[in-house]
């Protein structure tokens, strides 16, 4: 059934069970990018348990699957509840229903598989007892990147998704500010945000908001409290929206009252920072390289102490993704690639500042999404 919303200002149609990027030609790309990298790793056969990597191959959004792909066959694992989901969602695979273990079902399937690859990153230490179980002749192989490597260059379906939801985030950024009262806890402050967006269409917050005021807001990841804002106070916002799947992250910082000149010189270096680290986004880069060029703004500044995190993460069906922007990232920044660019600067017992925008790595450079405005907000 179609069905559409309003987001951003534009009507956008989208199928409610599957959504068009989701079918035919763009799985079977997936699954054939997935295969060419099981060639290279030598095996015959790769489990897939994390969700969006299952989301992502087979185009079931339903979290609970295992999926079992060979060079020839490719098998969806889940039980009774998404039975209809599955074979409505992901028409490339072959569902088998199971009970709530799927491990069991997988013995039969891979009786051939001799070396078998699996998310080593995530599977618990009790589910890789049970795989040994399941492949009790084959060769098990952790193989963390196999599936979100080839997620880390977004097509442009899913581009656009990613964009929806940074416009979705925007928009409450912007409703947010007309509501904003002193008095009022960065808990209701964090719901205005998610209410807003979930009215635009997203289907929820992409992670826990941190809405973060005064003294709160040098904790680079206070979760939204009952504190009461006040005026004199940094208020900083990270937040994003999820929509179709797929995520997005944003942070602003505004300034309740008369700032002092710290402030001001603080949310600048800040603001410098950023500016010059989506400037450095470009193909061929490193993720370490573009870190240091922001990092080096705030050094210069004398707050270098101050910036003790990453300049930015990947995102897209997961909030936090590979490549990162970060001192140790060696990977290179690809077109495609979607990443977010967030310095800060945070001093105890003083307050923070972090300004957050969302990148889409180009050919010669990068295209910011965030739209919204980042220059020194100061509410009155
Ligand atoms: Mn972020």
Redesign the pocket.
Known sequence: MPWSTKVGGKRHKFDIRTTNYEKGACIINRLQRMRQQMLKEKIDAYVVIRPENGRYISGFSGGEATLYVTAEKAFLLTDFRYIEQAKGQAPEFEIIMTGQDHFAFLEELGLKAQRVGFEGDYVTYVDYEKLKGSFPRAELLSLPNLVSYLRSVKDAAEIELIHQAVRIADDAFAAVLQVIEIGQTEDEIGMNLEFSMRRAGASGGS?EFIVASGVRSSMPHATASLKQIQWGEFLTM?F?ARYQGYCS???RTVFLGNPEDKHREVYETVLAAQRAGIKAVAPGRTGKEVDAVARKVIEEAGYGDYFGHGL??S?GLA??EGPNLNMREERILEPGMVI?V?PGIYIPDWGGVRI?DIVVVTENGCKVLTQAPKEFIILE
Request: hydrophobic share 30%; net charge negative; charged share 30%.
């Open positions: 992670f990270d994003g992250d944003i942070t930015g993460h995102v909030i936090h977010t967030e957050e």
